[in-house]
């Protein structure tokens, strides 16, 4: 089952936060968070595994709530280079649970 | 530097045709995937490989068709039964099965049109 993202689209001014949400119907070993720019391929942000963990990345961190089934990406004093579509993606505990992507979330951010 | 190649960067195949996409990579990746791309739909897993001479169907496989012979190439070929492949197609690898160490890397895809 494909995991919900939320919001679809959010448009940002620089400076501003904001947060992305991933949930999933099934229990959650590992989630991925990718940003890809139009065109391009999509770049490796994070992974979290289950345990609660949280994640920095420069200004850009995550949060993962295995008993919600669910993570959090948090941009902060977002800049024009975060633009661009978040996905996450969800992994099961065994090597045949696939990951499986998220339909993205398009984040503009203008000056 | 160490990367994936994904060609052509464009492709246009008329109806009935079937097309082989590129992969390529130099990471010493055990794992490598295909998936396509539409607007609005995320990523959805055509085929994968975790090691050579072995792949498995993912969530869309009917219409496609994929061999493993070496480590670094993982081609995809889209056949005439594939009704609607006009996508943008990404291929991906990851040091392990699941990308729990560094995640996946992606090529920089292939966008096919069908004329």
């Known amino acids: 089952q494909q995991p919900v993202q939320s919001p679809q689209a959010v448009i940002l001014r620089e400076g501003e936060d904001a947060v992305i949400n991933c949930s999933s119907s099934?229990?959650?070993?590992?989630v991925h968070w990718y940003r890809q720019k139009h065109g391009e391929a999509p770049v490796f942000l994070m992974i979290?595994?289950?345990?609660?963990e949280q994640k920095g990345h420069d200004k850009i961190s995550a949060s993962f709530n295995e008993k919600k089934q669910q993570s959090s990406l948090y941009l902060t004093a977002s800049q024009l280079s975060y633009s661009g579509t978040y996905f996450c993606?969800?992994?099961?505990?065994?090597?045949?649970?696939?990951?499986?992507f998220g339909p993205g979330t398009s984040l503009s951010v203008i000056p | 530097d160490g990367g994936i190649t994904q060609s052509p960067k464009y492709l246009f195949r008329k109806e009935g045709q079937n097309v082989t996409l590129s992969c390529e990579q130099n990471?010493?990746?055990?794992?490598m995937y295909w998936y396509r791309q539409d607007p609005g739909q995320g990523l959805r897993l055509i085929y994968y490989?975790?090691?050579?001479?072995?792949?498995q169907k993912g969530d869309i496989a009917e219409g496609y068709s994929v061999s493993r012979e070496k480590k670094e190439s993982f081609p995809l070929t889209v056949t005439s039964a594939q009704k609607n492949p006009t996508a943008f197609y990404l291929c991906?690898?990851?040091?392990?099965?699941?990308?729990?160490?560094?995640?996946?890397?992606f090529g920089s895809g292939t966008r096919l049109t069908v004329v």
């Open positions: 099934k229990a959650l070993y590992s």
């Open positions: 490989s975790q090691i050579v001479n072995d792949f």
């Open positions: 991906a690898s990851s040091i392990d099965a699941r990308g729990l160490r560094y995640g996946y890397t």
């Open positions: 990471l010493n990746h055990d794992a």
């Open positions: 979290l595994l289950k345990g609660g």
């Open positions: 993606g969800t992994g099961g505990k065994t090597s045949y649970d696939k990951v499986i």
